[in-house]
């Protein structure tokens, strides 16, 4: 199972534009990125799920290179309630006799006015 | 369509005392998920369910937690004697194995949390 590896926090302002990255660099073949993202009192919620190059959706981008060691969050115009925690999980979707998708600690992303 | 739902939604309980959490997933999802979340740390997977089935319960300490699925539905996570070191977050998820399941979901796996169940243990 690909371990990952994301900052611990980060600090942004309403309608900038922020860029969480995640290490994978033991990602498998078969395995997909997927983020969730986290309110206080709150179970996890998807946000985006890509296996290579760009991914986008009403919510978020999430951008993988081509040797797909690391992905990039990309949130547009961020918001005080975008204030959360996001997590980056990498797995094998498809195998639900090994696949352990670990949360690890999350980045925790706290937007100002 | 109702999302994962969990009860209760707090527990407080002594030491030594037993405690159990319901979940019942999002219907037509076949796939159950029972988490453990510590303040400040992301969710651990105890157990995870295929159907009735679990496949994975590796994480599931033994001696003091159990879990059942009976009927490939709803499912109960029990912990007897619960002990300090329990208190937490319990979070259930649901899944339909597959993309493009009955659930409308189109990612591989994509998981439906509930609210939790917030476990203190006196």
């Known amino acids: 199972l690909a371990k990952t590896t994301q900052p611990i926090s980060m600090d942004s302002y309403e309608g900038q534009e922020v860029n969480i990255t995640c290490s994978h660099n033991?990602?498998?073949?078969?395995?997909?990125i997927t983020w969730y993202q986290q309110f206080p009192s709150q179970g996890p919620r998807f946000i985006i799920q890509g296996y290579k190059t760009k991914v986008t959706n009403e919510v978020a981008s999430l951008f993988i290179p081509a040797d797909r060691k690391s992905s990039t969050l990309s949130l547009p115009r961020v918001s005080l309630s975008d204030t959360a925690v996001y997590y980056c999980l990498v797995g094998d979707m498809g195998s639900y006799n090994t696949d352990k998708l670990i949360f690890g600690t999350g980045t925790r992303l706290q937007v100002f006015p | 369509e109702a999302g994962v739902v969990q009860s209760p939604r707090y527990k407080i309980i002594e030491k030594k005392q037993p405690v159990a959490f319901w979940c019942n997933p999002i219907?037509?999802?076949?796939?159950l998920y029972w988490y453990l979340q510590n303040l400040g740390q992301g969710p651990e997977l105890l157990i995870r369910?295929?159907?009735?089935?679990?496949?994975?319960d590796s994480q599931l300490p033994k001696d003091r937690f159990s879990a059942e699925r009976l009927k490939g539905v709803d499912s109960t996570l029990k912990i007897q004697p619960a002990e300090l070191g329990d208190s937490a977050v319990y979070l259930c998820?649901?899944?339909?194995?597959?993309?493009?399941?009955?659930?409308?979901?189109?990612?591989?796996?994509?998981?439906?949390f509930g609210p939790g169940t917030r476990l203190t243990v006196l």
């Open positions: 033991n990602i498998a073949t078969n395995d997909y």
């Open positions: 998820a649901s899944s339909f194995t597959g993309s493009g399941g009955t659930s409308g979901s189109l990612n591989y796996n994509e998981q439906f």
């Open positions: 219907s037509g999802h076949n796939t």
């Open positions: 369910y295929e159907n009735e089935e679990a496949v994975d």
